[in-house]
């Protein structure tokens, strides 16, 4: 399936893309985590990276063909 990555902030300049087309098998989110950590190194050190799917945050769902998935770190404000 074709996944629509996205990268914000800190992760974007790890992978130096704002966005990116992944191609994965049936593993979803660890599989697609797993490819971006061996194109992307980097994002392995990232601790407490937040993930959305189609503008919500993963809630453990099964991927689908089509989804837009988003990795940033943690929002603070002030």
Do not use: C, W
């Amino acid at each position: 399936m074709r996944i629509t990555v996205l990268y914000f902030a800190h992760v974007r300049d790890i992978t130096g893309k704002t966005q990116e087309s992944v191609e994965i098998g049936s593993g979803g989110m660890d599989e697609l985590r797993e490819t971006l950590f061996s194109m992307y190194p980097g994002l392995r050190n990232l601790s407490n990276l937040l993930i959305s799917v189609n503008n919500e945050y993963y809630s453990g769902l099964p991927l689908k063909n089509g989804d837009r998935v988003a990795f940033f770190p943690p929002v603070s404000g002030g």
